[in-house]
């Protein structure tokens, strides 16, 4: 079992940024990839960014250039670090593990861009 927790969320001015943490524990070296999603209200949940372990990284064509994902395999934590929000962000933003045969899904922690 592979358990994830997100953390960092919170309410951010338009033009600002946030760094989300994923923090996960159980079965660790089994992560093949670890990606974000979110979820704003009134629409279906959507692929952000995944960072792989072979140093393979992307980004949805809707926050490119705005949002780094990163990987600290010592604090088994993956983060991300979302610059110039925008009021279209705010969502509920989900880790997302995947092992070779499962995946998991965290709680989700909610971010919301004022103006």
């Known amino acids: 079992q592979l358990q994830l927790v997100e953390s960092g969320g919170g309410m951010v001015q338009a033009g600002g940024s946030l760094r989300l943490s994923c923090s996960a524990s159980?079965?660790?070296?089994?992560?093949?990839?670890m990606r974000w999603y979110r979820q704003a209200p009134g629409k279906e949940r959507e692929w952000i960014a995944t960072?792989?372990?072979?140093?393979?990284?992307n980004y949805a064509d809707s926050v490119e250039g705005r949002v780094t994902i990163s990987r600290d395999n010592v604090k088994s934590t993956v983060y991300l670090q979302m610059n110039s929000r925008n009021l279209e962000d705010t969502a509920v933003y989900y880790c997302?593990?995947?092992?070779?045969?499962?995946?998991?899904w965290g709680q989700g922690t909610q971010v919301t861009v004022s103006s």
């Open positions: 159980g079965r660790v070296p089994s992560i093949a990839a």
């Open positions: 960072d792989a372990n072979i140093n393979h990284r």
């Open positions: 997302y593990a995947v092992e070779v045969t499962r995946t998991y």
